[in-house]
T-cell receptor
Framework: KQEVTQIPAALSVPEGENLVLNCSFTDSAIYNLQWFRQDPGKGLTSLLL?????REQTSGRLNASLDKSSGRSTLYIAASQPGDSATYLC???????????FGTGTRLTIIP | GAGVSQSPSNKVTEKGKDVELRCDPISGHTALYWYRQSLGQGLEFLIY????????KSGLPSDRFSAERTGGSVSTLTIQRTQQEDSAVYLC???????????FGQGTRLTVV
């Protein structure tokens, strides 16, 4: 059974800093991994999808990396802004299984 | 619309009543998911549809929960005889076939009183 962990549960950093969010998973036979953000009281917004054959994906100030052998992904946010404050979730989809297994998220606060 | 649409956005119901939650996926998206997010908890998988079929219902918590999808499009999640522990945000997501991104709706916040 796939288990996804995100540590820390909460993180506060000053505006302008670069930061890294972590996601680890127990079953490395993944099909893809997706990063989302969730604002309070809202649904999930897709940030990046990284396929099992890829090592990283970039979108603007965001960069996601994937290391299947160690069961880890990181989301790097450059030059953080107050608007980046949200909960960040990673989700894994395994081969032969259509469902997405989510981590419990990291609540990020950017301090102006 | 351009995104996944869910209705209603909020629903308050009395314990014991039945409720129906609706999801309109992105046009052309054959895969559809329902998830539940309880207060302070992670996302809990409920059911997955491919077209009108539900090959994975493993997350439905009890037989009070059911879902259907018609025309390969709209899906309805029905909760019968609601209980207070059913209070949560119910999220729907869709994607096209293959190794693709899933897109979520804004959710329905269900409160059972």
């Amino acid at each position: 059974k796939q288990e996804v962990t995100q540590i820390p549960a909460a993180l506060s950093v000053p505006e302008g800093e670069n930061l890294v969010l972590n996601c680890s998973f127990t079953d490395s036979a993944i099909y893809n991994l997706q990063w989302f953000r969730q604002d309070p009281g809202k649904g999930l917004t897709s940030l990046l999808l990284i396929q099992s054959s890829q090592r990283e994906q970039t979108s603007g100030r965001l960069n996601a990396s994937l290391d299947k052998s160690s069961g880890r992904s990181t989301l790097y946010i450059a030059a953080s802004q107050p608007g980046d404050s949200a909960t960040y979730l990673c989700a894994v989809r395994n081969f032969g299984n259509e469902k997405l297994t989510f981590g419990t998220g990291t609540r990020l606060t950017i301090i102006p | 619309g351009a995104g996944v649409s869910q209705s209603p956005s909020n629903k308050v119901t009395e314990k014991g009543k039945d409720v129906e939650l609706r999801c309109d996926p992105i046009s052309g998206h054959t895969a559809l998911y329902w998830y539940r997010q309880s207060l302070g908890q992670g996302l809990e998988f409920l059911i997955y549809f491919q077209g009108n079929s539900a090959p994975d219902k493993s997350g439905l918590p009890s037989d009070r929960f059911s879902a259907e999808r018609t025309g390969g499009s709209v899906s309805t999640l029905t909760i019968q005889r609601t209980q207070q522990e059913d209070s949560a945000v119910y999220l729907c997501a869709s994607r096209v076939q293959g190794n693709t991104e899933a897109f979520f709706g804004q959710g329905t916040r269900l409160t059972v009183v």
